[in-house]
C-alpha cells in the first residue's frame, strides 16, 4: 500500500509569509504526527492528531497549527515565518495514538526554506 | 529538558568490528524506547522496539533502566549499516527524538 506522502517537497517563503503544507497517511491510519528537524534540534514533536482532535502538542509558538480532516488527511500551517523556521518537515501517520504505542510511519517532508 | 540523548554525532566502524550506538534517556515514568534508522535518501523507518525484544538486521538493543539507556548494538558491522540511527522516548504523550548518530561502516 502506499506510503504517507507529503506536498510540497520543496518551499521557499519570504519572512513574514505564512506556509501550508500537506500530508496524506497511509490509508487505514487515522493518527498523524508532525515533527520539525533541524541539524542542531534534531526532530521535535510539534502536534499530534487522531480522528480530526489534536491529541498532543510539542512546545512551539502558536504560530504553529494544524488540523485533521475526516480522511484524516492532515494540514500544518505556519504563520508570520520566521528564518529559523527554515527545517524539514515530516509527517508521520499510526493506526493510534502514541499512547497505544503504534509503529509511526514517516513520510519523506518538506524543506521549507524562509529568506 | 533533554529527554533523549545520543552523544556520538559521528561514528565509524571497520567492516566486521562490533559497533554500539548509545543512547540515555530522562523520564520518570514506564518508557517505551524505540531506534529508528534513516538510510541514505530513504525516509525515517522503524528498526526496533524495546517492548519486542527482537533482533532486526543483526542489532539489538536491551533497556537498561537502572542506566537509563537503551544502546543499540550489532556484532559484525555490515556496509549497508551505514546511516543515521535515531533513538526516541515514547511518554504516551509524544515521542522524543535524540539528535541521531550517523554510522558509517569502512570497507
Redesign the interface.
Known sequence: KA??TQTPRYLIKTRGQQVTLSCSPISGHRSV?W?QQTP??????LF?YFSETQR?K?NFPGRFSGRQFSNSRSEMNVSTLELGDSALY?C?SSLGT??N?Y??????GTRLTVT | AQRVTQPEKLLSVFKGAPVELKCNYSYSGSPELFWYVQYSRQRLQLLLRHISRESIKGFTADLNKGETSFHLKKPFAQEEDSAMYYCALNTGNQFYFGTGTSLTVIP
Open positions: 506510503g504517507v504526527s515533527y542542531g534540534q534534531g526532530l521535535q514533536f499530534e498532543n510539542g515530516l508521520a502514541s499512547g504505542s509503529e509511526q510511519y514517516f513520510g519523506p
